[in-house]
């Protein structure tokens, strides 16, 4: 039996919309260090790159 899980919820959705595999590894990390998505936001704000603001 596979356990669904958040992070294998968001493997298979990364597929689906064919996101760049790194940026979803590098979101999971963020994630799994304790940061928030607005975390991440803000700070790729800071750094001067494009971010979707839109939360689907």
């Keep these: 039996m596979v356990q669904i899980t958040e992070e294998n919820s968001l493997y298979r959705e990364a597929q689906k919309l064919q ?3 790194e940026w979803v590894s590098l979101i999971k990390s963020a994630k799994n260090q304790g940061l ?4 991440v936001r803000n700070f790729l704000k800071e750094k001067g790159l494009n971010v979707n603001t ?3």
Excluded: A
């Design 19 to 21: 996101l760049d595999q």
């Design 36 to 39: 928030s998505i607005d975390n």
């Design 54 to 56: 839109s939360r689907n």
